[in-house]
């Protein structure tokens, strides 16, 4: 388990700021002190170092965090505001019946390396994407695809099987970037797109290093700074010393909430709280005995106090949840009273299904801090209920995904899942939750099939209240995004309304 913030000794943090000073110090002598008074590069910090730099080959969100928007572009994109904005489709129709969608491609767009993008790159990409071969971790965002067609190099036609309500907003994904023919197979290790940076180097266990495109083909959006580095810093404590000594300039998603205060009065850093997508989750595994009934898992959510929990895994900075969903999305209801905190009702629905003395079971944790504060929490308030939880640490992404998502050989675990509007995953099979309800499924199909935004809300609502019933997991909170920068840094966004970083709008102000 990941030390406990809150206890880390003073000679640890001492060291923690030393081995940042030493960096600071490294650094300057390079980007820093290239970028000379116009400070034109920027050391961004974050928690976890992808293990690829490939979004439309593999799910962890922090691919996605270095590399869209910044390497990669789509048909399609999603602004700080959450709303979809054309990018290398500079517009498009659909057809009454929804099978028809016709894009017009911008012209004068090159790859990284050289390479034309037109239609037939355009279609060549989403092919891949949803070709039988493809291990596109949205390969489903695909599926009612029939047809790709480029009739002429600034017209790319998709023909539906049948209508998706979300196929453009998919297509504004990490997972939906355009690729090129040439370069699609090394960009896992050497990520070549049309966006506004080019990869320059890969430190691994260390850093990422992005160059400017001086190339980019979307002149109102080229990027202001020269020079990006993504550092790469797990420990809490670590992430503190590193903004205070200035080897970082900005944690955009900051790891300890309860060291938030210590930047207060900060002459030179400030704290900025905005909204995420995500959403903590205790996932059981529905296909595992006790969590096959219904109302063990009703009863273990019925044991949790949400405003405990936030508070001790989160210093009280998080909105409770009672379904897969967020305030921020359409449609979203408030399902935290379907099972709320009864510890009484608890036991006797545990007696009800069998369990009068509780049981024993295991939860994964990955390291991200959040996840091992809401176990020791979770288990405390279990124990009240006679259930005992044993928690057992698994490294992330690598171990986790072993175990849990692919190998799905766990009983609980405990994971904030980042996509927006991502309920659908209930329906995936397989899926890690090993969650079966065809009700559920037939919810998520129809909302699929219709376009009318109040019918959708209509039906997202109903799926919300099924799950919240049924309760495939455990529905904890909602992070907030806690984000710490220089002062003099413009552009980075306050909200997250997908993974992301950003970065072609950033600039210092002197």
Do not use: C
Not at 234 to 242: E, G, I, L, V
Not at 299 to 322: H, K, N, P, Q
Not at 393 to 404: G, H, N
């Amino acid at each position: 388990m990941m030390p406990n913030s809150r206890s880390f000794s003073r000679r640890a943090f001492f060291a923690v700021a030393a081995i940042a000073l030493a960096f600071t110090a490294e650094y300057s002598a390079t980007a820093q002190a290239d970028a000379g008074e116009a400070r034109n590069a920027l050391v961004l910090g974050m928690g976890i170092e992808p293990a690829g730099l490939d979004p439309t080959i593999a799910a962890p969100v922090a691919i996605g965090q270095v590399t869209w928007q910044n390497i990669f572009e789509g048909l399609v994109t999603i602004d700080r505001d959450g709303k979809i904005r054309p990018q290398l489709a500079k517009s498009w129709e659909i057809s009454e019946d929804g099978l028809l969608y016709t894009f017009h491609l911008e012209q004068g767009v090159t790859f990284h390396d050289g390479e034309v993008f037109d239609a037939s790159v355009a279609k060549a990409s989403i092919d891949r994407a949803r070709g039988d071969e493809s291990v596109n971790p949205q390969k489903r965002f695909f599926a009612a695809i029939d047809a790709v067609e480029a009739p002429d190099p600034q017209t790319l036609v998709l023909r539906l099987k049948q209508p998706a309500g979300s196929l453009i907003y998919w297509l504004a994904w990490p997972s939906s970037s355009i690729v090129g023919t040439k370069s699609a197979e090394g960009n896992k290790a050497a990520p070549v797109g049309t966006g506004p940076f080019k990869f320059s180097k890969w430190i691994k266990g260390d850093r990422v290093e992005l160059v400017r495109n001086e190339d980019y083909w979307n002149k109102e959006a080229a990027a202001k700074l020269e020079q990006v580095v993504f550092r790469f810093i797990s420990d809490p404590q670590a992430q503190a010393a590193a903004l205070k000594s200035g080897g970082v300039d900005a944690f955009p998603e900051f790891g300890a909430p309860e060291l938030i205060a210590s930047f207060e009065g900060d002459p030179r850093l400030q704290t900025v709280i905005g909204n995420t997508e995500l959403k903590v989750v205790a996932g059981m595994n529905n296909a595992r005995k006790p969590f096959d009934d219904k109302r063990v898992r009703q009863a273990l959510m019925m044991a949790i106090d949400r405003e405990m929990l936030i508070e001790g895994a989160w210093s009280g900075l998080g909105t409770e949840i009672g379904s897969h969903y967020t305030p921020n999305d359409p449609g979203y209801v408030d399902e935290t009273g379907v099972l709320p905190y009864d510890p009484d009702k608890a036991k006797a629905l545990l007696a009800e299904a069998g369990y009068p003395d509780g049981f024993t079971f295991t939860i994964k944790t990955p390291q991200m801090s959040y996840a091992p504060r809401s176990a020791e929490v979770m288990q405390a308030l279990f124990s009240e209920i006679g259930v005992t939880m044993n928690i057992e640490p698994t490294e992330f992404p690598a171990k986790w995904v072993q175990d849990v998502f692919t190998g799905r050989d766990y009983e609980m675990t405990i994971v904030a899942h980042a996509e927006p509007m991502d309920i659908d995953i209930y329906s995936r099979d397989p899926y890690y939750f090993n969650y079966r309800n065809p009700a559920f499924d037939s919810l998520i199909k129809d909302v699929e099939l219709t376009t009318d935004p109040m019918q959708r809300n209509r039906i997202f609502g109903e799926a919300q209240r099924l799950l919240a019933e049924d309760v495939p997991a455990l529905y904890l909170f909602v992070m907030p995004k806690l984000g710490v920068w220089d002062k003099r840094l413009k552009g980075l966004w306050k909200d997250e309304p997908i993974p992301s970083n950003v970065l072609n709008e950033v600039y210092w102000s002197e």
